[in-house]
């Protein structure tokens, strides 16, 4: 007759508890250095996260929606489509999905001045008031020109600074109407023009003047003329996938998605995700290797008390979840104190932004999402650099250690 089989072990959880707490109060100072580095470690990643995230959301902010857009539709071979106004609801059409907006514009080379000093601008033609969230600029000053107004004129903050106007001023515009600038005989429109407002914008509004579009076609013998529809969507990364639909479906224009336009932009987004990993790198590191360290040293001086565990009955098991439940307590410690640090700084980046320039400004951008990051990667690093010594002290020999052969 075989004999029984014994019964299965239980994790002992009270009795771990009580040693775990013992154990890791049984070094103050060994404690608060654990504790110190998975800090730092946190504090410094919560708010690099969430500044580069902020970094990027303003990019995509400034340069497509109050830039041109996610799909830039232009006419394949005319100067610029006959009615703007037409194109747009064509290209929404053709798109086969919602899109945001579909706005037509009409922009031509030219130049701004004042009492015979001009500097050379792109004038845009747009349809005001407009979409506040989708404008090609920020209004700083001033009002909008009403919608048909032939007279008003807004202009970019460093076009107006350079030739020294305010608004209610009075400006010269010089408008190219036809062929390239500096073409011989090109047709050009002159004319004299009221400050409405002054604007900014990172996407070049801010060295751009801004009229009604009618007005600005009515000069180009085509009342309603657009040069470019731009396509606005919810979702940024889809436009590669509209442009291609959009020329499909339209042979007469031209579709190019931002990606394929602006690929500084795409670059940026890159490097965004490029230096947010190399800081993540250098976190786990910051973390893993002192955590490592004082945890080996933490084993190292309780071996003695390992080896009493050992005969007493405690099994490797328990033994590795009792100073990795240890490095648990460190990680849940040092989180609470690295969030609150990084919390802190948010506040403070949010009030002292990282970067500002023009409408451009870069503040952290603070969800839970964005934060769940840096806290789960301090967890892990905490947790795996804590299990290699756990790991360790569960392979004691307790007839050894007893001995003091080891």
């Known amino acids: 007759m075989e004999p029984a089989p014994l019964p299965r072990s239980r994790p002992r959880l009270g009795p771990l508890l009580f040693l775990a707490r013992k154990s890791l109060l049984g070094s103050r100072f060994t404690f608060a250095l654990l504790v110190l580095s998975v800090a730092a470690g946190a504090g410094f990643q919560i708010p690099n996260t969430a500044n580069l995230a902020g970094f990027s959301e303003a990019l995509l902010e400034e340069e497509l929606r ?39 514009v009409l922009v031509l080379p030219g130049a701004v001045g004042k009492g015979g000093r001009f500097q050379n601008a792109l004038v845009h033609g747009y349809d005001f008031p407009g979409d506040p969230a989708l404008r090609p600029f920020h209004l700083t000053s001033g009002e909008l020109p009403a919608p048909g107004d032939a007279n008003g004129v807004l202009l970019g903050t ?16 010089r ?11 090109e047709p050009l429109g002159a004319t004299v023009m009221t400050v409405r407002g002054l604007v900014a914008g990172s996407a070049g509004a801010y060295r751009s003047a801004f009229l009604d579009r009618g007005s600005l076609a009515e000069k180009t013998g085509a009342p309603a003329a657009a040069s470019a529809v731009h396509v606005h969507l919810d979702d940024h990364f889809a436009a590669s996938d509209l442009a291609t639909r959009l020329e499909a479906r339209l042979p007469e224009a031209r579709a190019v998605g931002w990606r394929e336009d602006d690929p500084y932009v795409t670059n940026y987004l890159a490097a965004n995700r490029t230096v947010n990993a ?45 100073f990795l439940l240890q490095a648990l307590v460190v990680a849940l410690a040092g989180l609470s104190a690295g969030a609150a640090l990084g919390y802190g700084m948010l506040l403070y980046f949010q009030a002292h932004p990282i970067f500002s320039w023009e409408a451009l400004v870069v503040r952290p951008v603070i969800t839970a999402a964005v934060l769940a990051g840096p806290c789960l990667a301090v967890l892990a690093t905490t947790l795996l650099a804590g299990s290699v010594p756990a790991w360790r002290a569960a392979r004691t020999d307790p007839a050894r250690v007893l001995r003091r052969i080891d």
């Open 66 to 104: 109050h830039g041109a857009g996610d799909v830039r539709v232009e006419p394949r071979e005319k100067r610029h489509f006959e009615d703007g106004a037409a194109a747009a609801a064509r290209v929404s059409e053709a798109a086969g999905a919602p899109v945001r907006a579909a706005v037509p």
């Open 175 to 185: 408008i190219i109407l036809g062929g390239p600038p500096g073409g011989a005989g």
């Open 158 to 173: 460093s076009l107006a600074n350079r030739i020294g106007v305010k608004v209610g001023d009075a400006v010269d515009l």
């Open 278 to 322: 190399v800081s993540y790198a250098m976190v786990v590191a910051a973390i893993s290797i002192p955590v490592w360290a004082l945890f080996h040293i933490h084993v190292l001086g309780r071996r003695r008390e390992i080896g009493i565990l050992a005969a007493l009955g405690f099994s490797r098991r328990e033994i590795f979840g009792l």
